[in-house]
């Protein structure tokens, strides 16, 4: 009886070792793809590509870097995160009011 | 016979949210975060809307250094994987490994203040760019400023775990504190992913 338990528990121990293995995987992915974002919006900017076409595309980079943080490193994509997510675009939603309201009101 | 989880070696899986003080505390720690995210928003909206406002002070493009600000992105962005992998240990149940990497995480946060306090003395000495010089000046040490103390502040909350706890070794009370003081890490290189794009590089392009 305790022998049974005692694999069980090993099994278990096993089982979230290799999740968590997984895991780290996807968190290096994110990592290398973090560092190409960066290194491709300073390149477009060092290289002094057209100001209408860079910018754009630096400010999706930088959006789509966050989403990786969020979603990989800071654990969102994992479950049990709903009301994390919740609370955090409803930051992102009043940021973005924020920010509107502040840059409005000077290029009006 | 029921297993002291609070002091054996066999944590739950997800040792940060396994007991109520710890999913209160992860529950209000995002609460938190949704409001930083406003509060740099609001940052944000300033510089943006007084960035041209340079009066006879130098500008962005003038005194920005993609070398240097590209030097310290890397090092940000490394210790966020860092402080990850200390996640990733604690997760296992490996505290010496979990204290390692949040060492190493500390050691590079140092690393970008450091670069960062050199940035602003090299700004105010060399180009005379003080806090209020102008309209534009003081919306940047605002926002860049405010962000480093974050990091600061971030660096005493680590190291401060990490000797309070380095007797005890990892346990449910404790798993919640390492874990949340990891996601406000990783919430300063969120901030900083806009900081060197909307200040830093969209100053260079103009």
Do not use: C
């Not at chain 1, 069980?8 to 995987?25: C, I, L, S, V």
């Not at chain 1, 630096?58 to 969020?70: G, N, S, T």
Request: net charge neutral.
């Amino acid at each position: 009886m305790a022998d049974n338990t005692n694999s069980a528990q090993t099994q278990k121990k096993q089982f979230y070792k290799k999740k968590h293995r997984e895991q780290m995987k996807h968190q290096v992915i994110t990592f290398a793809m973090m560092i190409a974002f960066t290194m491709l919006a300073f390149g477009l900017v060092m290289a002094e590509v057209d100001a209408m076409f860079t910018i754009p595309i630096i400010l999706v980079l930088a959006a789509v870097q966050v989403l990786f943080q969020l979603y990989y490193f800071m654990h969102m994509a994992e479950e049990g995160h709903e009301w994390p997510a919740a609370m955090i675009y409803s930051g992102v939603f009043a940021a973005v009011l924020t920010i509107l309201a502040l840059t409005i009101i000077v290029w009006w | 016979m029921a297993e002291d989880v609070l002091k054996s070696g066999n944590l739950p899986e997800n040792p940060e949210r396994a007991t109520l003080e710890g999913r209160n505390k992860f529950m209000g720690f995002w609460f938190f975060l949704g409001g930083e995210t406003v509060l740099f928003a609001s940052l944000f909206g300033t510089y943006l809307a007084l960035r041209n406002s340079t009066v006879d002070g130098p500008t962005g493009q003038e005194i920005f250094g993609l070398g240097l600000v590209f030097l310290m992105t890397v090092i940000l962005l490394t210790s966020s994987l860092t402080s990850v992998y200390a996640m990733y240990h604690m997760k296992n149940n490996d505290f010496k490994k979990m204290q390692l990497w949040l060492g190493i995480t500390v050691l590079l946060g140092f690393a970008f203040l450091g670069l960062e306090i050199y940035e602003f003395v090299h700004y105010v000495n060399d180009y005379g760019f003080g806090f209020t010089t102008s309209a534009f000046s003081t919306a940047f040490y605002s926002l860049v400023g405010f962000h480093g103390a974050h990091v600061a502040f971030g660096l005493v909350w680590i190291i401060s775990l990490m000797i309070r706890n380095h007797k005890r070794g990892l346990n449910l009370y404790n798993a919640p504190k390492f874990y949340i003081a990891s996601l406000y890490w990783h919430f300063i290189d969120v901030v900083w992913v806009f900081i060197f794009t909307v200040v830093y590089l969209m100053g260079k392009v103009g």
